[in-house]
């Protein structure tokens, strides 16, 4: 499995973004996404199940990120709007085969992952 994420960028507080993961291979039911800011512990974000029925999020993001997939094409994307300083990271997609994972060992493949720079 490879996972592609893209969509990151500079942008300014109170601004969206929408990132895209795109997967190539076989994939698991549920795809998430995590964040690294610097000198900070990785930190799940959110994540969806395979239907699309059921997502859930951090504390930190909820009511702000949404996200969604399209099997079709093989893609998963957390837009982000009201964007915050502290939501500056790298943002990371990963998949695993458990439904409603959100510990970063129950994700079996991970993105290289995109820079998310929010300025004040």
């Known amino acids: 499995v490879q996972l592609q994420a893209s969509g990151g960028g500079l942008v300014q507080a109170g601004g969206s973004l929408r990132l895209s993961c795109a997967a190539s291979?076989?994939?698991?039911?549920?795809a998430g996404w995590f964040r690294r800011a610097p000198e900070k512990e990785r930190e799940f974000v959110g994540a969806?199940?395979?239907?699309?029925?059921?997502?859930y999020y951090a504390d930190s993001v909820k009511g702000r990120f949404t996200i969604s997939r399209d099997n079709a094409k093989n893609t998963v994307y957390l837009q982000m709007n009201t964007l915050k300083p502290e939501d500056t990271a790298v943002y990371h997609c990963?998949?695993?085969?458990?439904?409603?994972?959100?510990?970063?060992?129950?994700?079996?493949?991970w993105g290289q992952g995109t820079q998310v720079t929010v300025s004040s």
């Open positions: 969806i199940s395979w239907s699309g029925d059921s997502t």
């Open positions: 990963a998949t695993s085969p458990r439904a409603r994972a959100s510990r970063t060992y129950e994700y079996a493949y």
């Open positions: 291979g076989r994939t698991f039911s549920t």
